[in-house]
């Protein structure tokens, strides 16, 4: 699986994840408005508090995410970008060594 697609469809499941608390939060106020707990305006500073406070959490939340998945994909054995590229290099510079060799051989 394309790691670029796991991680995509991982941060997907956050977006989702965060439209159904808005939502629910939205919910949650509509019925304190309902029941008389809270007046509309009430409700409105919650939930805006609540966002904002979402919000400034996201930043947070998506650093530890990556060091998460870094930390996930280092312990399944997955390499790095930069550690391919390094081994490809080496493959190549290995291949042009063989080359190199057997046509000094039919010489």
């Known amino acids: 699986m394309d790691s670029n697609n796991w991680l995509q469809q991982l941060m997907m499941v956050g977006i989702g994840t965060t439209s159904l608390v808005a939502e629910k939060l939205k919910q ?60 490809r290099g080496r493959i190549d510079r290995l291949e042009r060594q063989v080359r190199d060799l057997e046509n000094k051989l039919w010489r």
């Open 28 to 87: 949650v106020g509509d019925d304190l408005v309902k029941d008389g707990k809270l007046n509309p305006e009430q409700a409105r500073a919650v939930m805006d508090d609540v966002v904002q406070q979402l919000k400034s959490e996201q930043g947070n939340w998506d650093a530890q995410m990556q060091r998460q998945m870094r930390n996930m994909m280092q312990d399944l054995g997955v390499a790095r970008q930069s550690e391919v590229d390094e081994l």
